[in-house]
């Protein structure tokens, strides 16, 4: 299994990134995909996710509004649109994946995803 993520950059406060992340080793359109961050010293923390097919999603609060998942199951790709980035969006973003969330209630405990990628640096400075 292999999650490639990519896109991370150096952008101003109020700027945009895409993040891409693809996947091999496993079914991806059998999969939820999501995005998480980390930066030192605190708990990796839940971004956002993506059904199988795209028709539902899930955001951290702090991102509603300005972050968009999307999902290419031909391309084995999950994307995350980030729109008027702000200081505190700085961290490394990490893309997962898990074959079945039962609770979605639970879908931002990391423990539930089973597979992780290597991180991709965000930095966000003026």
């Known amino acids: 299994v292999q999650l490639q993520a990519s896109g991370g950059g150096l952008v101003q406060p109020g700027g945009s990134l895409r993040l891409s992340c693809v996947a091999s080793g496993f079914t991806f359109s059998r999969h939820v995909m999501g995005w998480f961050r980390q930066v030192p010293g605190k708990e990796r923390e839940f971004v956002s996710a993506?059904?199988?097919?795209?028709?539902?999603?899930f955001y951290a609060d702090s991102v509603k509004g300005r972050f968009t998942i999307s999902r290419d199951n031909a391309e084995s790709t999950v994307y995350l649109q980030m729109n008027n980035l702000k200081l505190e969006d700085a961290a490394v973003y990490f893309c997962?994946?898990?074959?079945?969330?039962?609770?979605?209630?639970?879908?931002?405990?990391?423990?539930?995803?089973?597979?992780w990628g290597h991180g991709t640096q965000v930095t966000v400075s003026s």
């Open positions: 997962a994946a898990v074959r079945i969330v039962s609770d979605e209630n639970n879908i931002a405990v990391r423990q539930i995803w089973d597979y």
């Open positions: 993506i059904s199988w097919t795209g028709d539902r999603t």
